[in-house]
């Protein structure tokens, strides 16, 4: 059965209610270990760009496991999947409150990506199938919108845990995206599993060239680079030697859609490499707790939340380009003010974030839904999940490239070295805003 012979759901808007409340819980539990990661790393003793692998190795799961229930998705009901997510996260955050030791936390953060990557993705997904396009951005925006309240919450749940409690608490506040299942069960369409071919091998050797890719970004290490080069190449025979791989061949060669990822992942590389380096600086420099790192985060996300509402709607009634515009100025101007302003007081470690948080909201929503817009409906779903694929592998990016600079300029912790690394983020955002150019000049020439 294809996607437009689908019944659509009775009651789409009640879904993506209930969608986005387990998206806010799954993406809170992104944030609450980035604040607890200074405490992971004293607790461990571990260098920052070890540590901050309990981050980026989330995110290539995360990464890798998304384009999987997005392409099964194809073949298996959106329900199934999602509950399979659901029940997979909270089994692994009952193991993480257990852990007693780095590798047992590192196995339970992976099994929660694991769990975790079917939520934000197919709740995308079933915006973009069942959600009239005219409706569809406000539906995107509303995930977006609990993407960054988990964002804002997240820092400050975790910060008070990790302070009156322990780390090993976090876990226990994830648990509760259970509560969802029975909801879900009654909300999401019950539709026909069509047969297909899951394309196992591709799926493998997309994770593994991710995973060398990350290696070789944490580590300079050529033989990482090589080994992402031929796992890639292989990767692309694959593609054009077998029917249904496992990622669509049509994707790759379609020049608008490639952009709209290059933009998606800058964004995320930005965003994600803020999220580790802010919460390290407000406290080693300010010497703040972690309860305070988390309120000084929390203002930049609530703000992103409520404006993600107005966001859906100029979306609906400007179109996607101009809102990504409005995302790429907002980007761009908070690494200018992180850069500059930052080290003057944690108050402009705050401000600064305001127009982070506000700008990856607008990106996330008014991508996505050109995507849902610019591709046939029989790659939506595909697309989507290539597109989280790369945002995740672009956070797990930002995790490692943030403290890779950070260390790598010899003076860890100093106001200077953070600078180094905030500028680094400016010369993200001024090739991210050129490539928006080329989409616009490209996306002119074809509506003519």
Request: with cysteine; aromatic share 12%; charged share 10%.
């Amino acid at each position: 059965m294809t996607a437009s012979a689908m019944t659509p759901a009775p009651s789409y808007h009640k879904t993506i209610l209930v969608l986005s409340v387990a998206v806010w819980l799954t993406v809170m539990n992104t944030t609450m270990f980035n604040v607890a990661l200074p405490d992971v790393l004293q607790e461990f003793s571990l260098a920052p760009s070890q540590g901050a692998w309990v981050v980026s190795g989330y995110s290539i799961v995360l990464a890798i496991f998304t384009i999987a229930y997005t392409r099964l998705s194809d073949y298996i009901p959106i329900r199934t999947l999602v509950i399979t997510g659901i029940s997979l996260f909270g089994f692994a955050s009952i193991i993480g409150f257990f852990s007693t030791s780095f590798e047992w936390l590192l196995a339970a953060r992976l099994g929660q990506s694991a769990g975790a990557a079917a939520i934000p993705g197919l709740s995308m997904v079933f915006a973009g199938r069942f959600v009239p396009i005219h409706r569809r951005g406000r539906a995107m925006a509303m995930i977006a919108s609990a993407s960054s309240l988990g964002f804002g919450l997240g820092p400050v749940v975790g910060g008070i845990i990790t302070d009156y409690l322990s780390w090993n608490y976090l876990f226990i506040v994830t648990v509760f995206v259970i509560a969802v299942i029975p909801v879900l069960l009654h909300l999401l369409p019950d539709q026909e599993t069509n047969r297909g071919s899951f394309d196992v091998l591709g799926g493998i050797l997309t994770g593994c060239a991710v995973t060398s890719f990350l290696l070789f970004v944490s580590t300079l290490n050529i033989l990482y680079i090589v080994s992402f080069v031929l796992l890639t190449l292989l990767l692309l025979w694959r593609i054009k030697k077998i029917a249904y791989p496992f990622i669509q061949p049509e994707l790759l060669s379609n020049r608008q859609y490639r952009l709209i990822v290059y933009l998606s992942y800058i964004g995320f590389t930005l965003h994600f490499a803020l999220l580790i380096l802010m919460p390290l600086m407000i406290q080693q420099v300010f010497g703040r707790s972690a309860t305070a790192v988390g309120f000084l985060i929390f203002p930049g996300a609530m703000l992103s939340a409520v404006a993600a509402i107005y966001v859906g709607r100029l979306i609906d009634e400007f179109g996607n380009v101009r809102v990504m515009f409005l995302s790429q100025f907002l980007l761009l101007t908070s690494a200018v003010f992180f850069t500059f302003f930052s080290g003057l007081s944690e108050y402009m470690v705050m401000i600064s974030y305001m127009f982070t948080s506000f700008g990856f909201s607008s990106l996330s929503s008014s991508t996505t839904n050109e995507i849902s817009r610019i591709l046939p409906k029989d790659q939506v779903a595909t697309g989507i999940g290539m597109k989280q694929l790369v945002q995740f592998v672009g956070s797990a990016t930002g995790a490692v490239l943030g403290t890779s600079i950070l260390e790598s300029s010899g003076r860890t912790y100093s106001v200077a070295s953070f600078q180094i690394a905030y500028s680094a983020l400016i010369v993200l955002m001024i090739i991210s805003l050129l490539l928006l150019f080329s989409y616009k000049k490209r996306s002119i020439v074809l509506d003519q």
